[in-house]
């Protein structure tokens, strides 16, 4: 058990870039939104015809 609130505080304690983990959680999130946006149309309208 003291192993595991060691590493969920140092978990807390950590931050990239002086952000917080929330703040890149968010970003990720946005990130994998927009991605999925803009490739959803790629392979769209290949009908030809239809």
Do not use: R
């Amino acid at each position: 058990m003291f192993l595991a609130e060691t590493a969920a505080k140092a978990a807390e304690d950590f931050k990239l870039f002086g952000m917080s983990n929330q703040f890149w959680i968010v970003i990720l999130v946005l990130v994998l939104f927009i991605g999925a946006i803009l490739t959803a149309s790629y392979n769209d309208d290949k009908t030809s015809g239809l």
